[in-house]
């Protein structure tokens, strides 16, 4: 019998096998190179086969704006994994008890910053931005609040809506934007995580939106004042930043600090005496990937800040950024490994980040060499920035946000001013010639208007952060009850937990023993034996 | 009846559970808890700052076995959960007053 299914199952095998000889050889109508699929006649023409010149420029023009399209587009998709990213780093760095608080945070900062971007921060950073050509020129921009010649505020695309900014490339740069302004509204979770009242963050999420990320970001991106210091001042480009070490990484950073400054230390963190306490995450597994999730996403954040698919320096953008991340977190490791005498995976992750964040202003403007160069400093910074605010400045930021995006964000800037080497960048800010800095016979111009940078960040994001903090702590309330906090606020403030007990709790039992579930009484009663 | 209560290594358990099967014993309640004792904590290195770890990982059994078996049992439970250096555990040994197997009723020495 067996022997006999053989023999069939080898026979169909043959003859299937002999078809597909056959239709192989048969040279029917596929294309299968894509050699005949292209030509003149795929160009859009009156008569097929015979466009004029005007249709063959038109088409040529759409196939151009269409790939800057797809890859603005495609880009914030990939960028907007970056949120996972946060959210595993974060809720693997902190405790157990606190896993659905954290992880909770994470999504809803997105709710909440889309919600606000689309209100009025998108208007306010870039109403006044003109018109972006490699999106097919989006004319309706160009609202500007402008003092003394100095721009401060964009006024125009509030909802979406005003100012004739229902336009397919305004929404391609909204959505781009969007989950730029999103990584800054995520870091400071990080270092309020494990002891902040969630109402609050909500509530400082909508104030990120809105006006802390938008108005700096549209002094340097949105042709606001800092991006003018440049063809007024003579500061070189004024600040450069081409995708967001400052606007996005040292706000999101200087905003951290403000927050874990007004909240204060986890319970236990210090001693009596001011030693610090070591509270290891509960996860680091999950926090590592989360690092390789942002790795990942960072390709396309900075490379994508081209806005431009047939910009090829975009190949240099990417592999900068990769150079700069490996470098860090090696760095990292090396550094922990010999202080401390283990490669602290927890650092590891912080080092790659924060090589990651420094390159994200200069990326477009170094060469590979400098990037790697960028990418040690920023390993070493990190381990030591972790070291002194845990140790000497006593605050207390469970993931290390304020030495990875603060830091590290701050020296991505001034690393514009010292290794841009001036093939890039031509005409940026309305300035002649490419941005070039410090060690390139640049001068000390370009590095003056990126300290300026780095000055207003802690101005703008931290201190006028922190007086937010402050003012919501007197009104709202900024943390959870010292029970909470100790209990575990996944309870208290969420509603449930993200790892429930095993073990069935009564109620339970109980509720599903009134279901039927569970039968209370066994079906034979007996009585013991021997007993 | 006795109830053997040995606390051991995590990594013995599978051992101590093959050898007590091959000794006919297959009933046994296992649990993952933490303790200190001889074996002190150690140091390690959390971002920076220093931390111990007192509290290490063991593995409790608990077995209710014959009393005439329980000189067995032990010997059994040392034999293969020893490696000679601290950290090996301990054997604590309770009177049993009585069991009973729920399915069935039945109490003594029939229940375990």
């Known amino acids: 019998m067996t022997r006999k299914r053989t023999k069939v199952l080898i026979l169909s095998l043959l003859v299937i096998m002999g078809l597909m000889a056959i239709f192989t050889t048969a040279a029917w109508a596929g294309d299968p190179t894509g050699a005949n699929s292209v030509g003149i006649n795929s160009v859009t023409a009156a008569k097929a086969g015979a466009p004029t010149l005007e249709e063959v420029a038109t088409d040529l023009g759409k196939t151009k704006i269409g790939l800057n399209f797809v890859w603005v587009i495609l880009c914030g998709c990939l960028i907007f994994f970056f949120q996972a990213g946060f959210a595993l780093v974060e809720t693997g760095f902190t405790q157990a008890k606190n896993a659905m608080h954290t992880m909770a945070m994470n999504l809803m900062v997105f709710l909440v910053g889309t919600i606000g971007f689309f209100v009025a921060g998108f208007a306010f950073m870039f109403g006044g931005v003109g018109s972006v050509a490699s999106l097919g020129g989006t004319a309706p921009l160009n609202g500007l609040l402008t003092i003394g010649g100095w721009n401060l505020l964009g006024l125009k695309g509030f909802f979406l809506t005003s100012g004739g900014s229902y336009d397919a490339g305004v929404f391609a740069l909204f959505f781009f934007q969007m989950v730029f302004m999103d990584t800054t509204v995520t870091i400071p979770t990080g270092s309020m995580a494990e002891r902040v009242k969630f109402s609050a963050v909500v509530i400082a999420s909508f104030f990120i939106a809105i006006v802390a990320y938008p108005f700096f970001g549209n002094w340097v991106w949105g042709g606001g004042w800092l991006a003018q210091l440049g063809g007024k001042l003579g500061l070189g480009h004024g600040v450069v930043d081409f995708a967001g070490s400052g606007v996005v990484h040292a706000m999101g950073g200087a905003l951290a600090l403000a927050g874990a400054i007004a909240l204060g230390p986890r319970i236990g963190k210090f001693k009596k005496d001011g030693t610090p306490v070591a509270i290891p995450g509960h996860d680091i597994p999950i926090a590592i990937l989360g690092t390789i999730i942002l790795f990942f996403g960072w390709f396309v954040f900075n490379a994508g800040s081209t806005l431009n698919g047939s910009d090829l320096r975009l190949a240099v953008v990417a592999t900068n950024t990769m150079v700069a991340g490996a470098f860090g977190g090696f760095t990292s490791m090396i550094y922990m490994w010999a202080r401390y005498g283990k490669p602290d995976p927890s650092m590891m992750c912080n080092g790659a980040l924060a090589g990651l964040v420094a390159i994200t202003a200069p990326c477009a403007f170094v060469t590979g060499l400098s990037s790697a160069i960028i990418g040690v400093v920023a390993g070493i910074l990190v381990c030591a920035a972790v070291y002194v605010i845990e140790h000497k400045l006593k605050i207390d930021d469970p993931v290390g946000a304020v030495a990875v995006h603060f830091v590290n964000g701050s020296w991505g800037l001034i690393a514009v001013g010292l290794f841009a080497d001036g093939t890039y960048g031509e005409g940026l800010n309305g300035v002649a010639g490419g941005v070039t800095g410090l060690f390139y016979g640049g001068g000390l111009t370009q590095l003056y208007a990126q300290l300026i940078a780095v000055g207003v960040i802690l101005l703008w994001g931290a201190g006028v952060g922190y007086v937010f903090y402050k003012v919501l702590d007197l009104t709202v309330g900024l943390r959870v009850s010292a029970q909470d906090e100790i209990n575990g606020l996944d309870i208290p403030e969420m509603g449930v937990k993200a790892y429930p007990d095993f073990v069935l709790t009564a109620s339970h039992t109980l509720a599903a023993a009134k279901a039927g579930a569970v039968a209370i009484t066994p079906a034979v009663q007996m009585e013991p034996k021997g007993v | ?112």
């Open chain 2, 1 to 112: 009846m006795k109830k053997i209560e040995a606390v051991i290594r995590p990594s013995k358990l599978d051992e101590i559970k093959d050898a007590l099967g091959i000794f006919g014993i297959h009933g046994m309640t296992v649990t993952e808890v933490i303790g200190c004792g001889l074996q002190k904590g150690k140091k390690e290195v959390y971002r920076g700052t220093e931390y111990t770890i007192d509290l290490l990982p063991k593995v409790k059994i608990e077995i209710v076995v014959r009393d005439k078996w329980v000189d067995e049992v032990i010997r059994i439970i040392i034999n293969t959960a020893r490696t000679g250096e601290i950290g090996d555990g301990k054997i604590f040994i309770y009177p049993i007053e009585n069991a009973v197997r729920i399915r069935t009723g039945e109490g003594g020495e029939e229940a375990i």
